[in-house]
């Protein structure tokens, strides 16, 4: 058995950190194409606390993943996009059934009163 030795600097990789990170991106997507922005949201800020912590510069062997990754983003924005207008369409329904909703809820309760009481 040989002796362990030290690595160098340079040999580290982190692969594994961008492997994940294109993980939660690819997550992150699903999560919005299904509406659970609350979800959605949380992979987000597990991503930024993921990159933070990469070097400022990723490494040459990092170049697929971040290639997917990009294509992956894209398509992230784009999905945002059709929610944000969709939850935009919501609340545009909700302000215009307000009104009525509001007479409903102030409209005096009618009761009958028959022979069962």
């Keep these: 058995m040989g002796e362990a030795r030290e690595r160098d600097p340079a040999e580290v990789t982190f692969q594994p950190a961008y492997e ?6 690819e997550r992150r997507l699903e999560l919005l194409e299904t509406g659970r922005l609350d979800d959605a949201v949380a992979a987000g800020e597990e991503q930024q606390r993921l990159l933070a912590a990469l070097p400022e510069r990723a490494p040459a062997e990092a170049a697929p993943l971040l290639e997917r990754l990009e294509v992956v983003l ?3 924005a784009e999905q945002a996009e059709v929610s944000l207008r969709r939850t935009a369409h919501d609340l545009n329904a909700l302000r215009r059934a307000r009104p009525a909703l509001m007479a409903y809820v102030a409209a005096p309760e009618q009761r009958s009163v028959d022979r069962t009481g």
């Design 20 to 25: 994940r990170l294109l993980e939660l991106a």
């Design 74 to 76: 894209r398509r992230t």
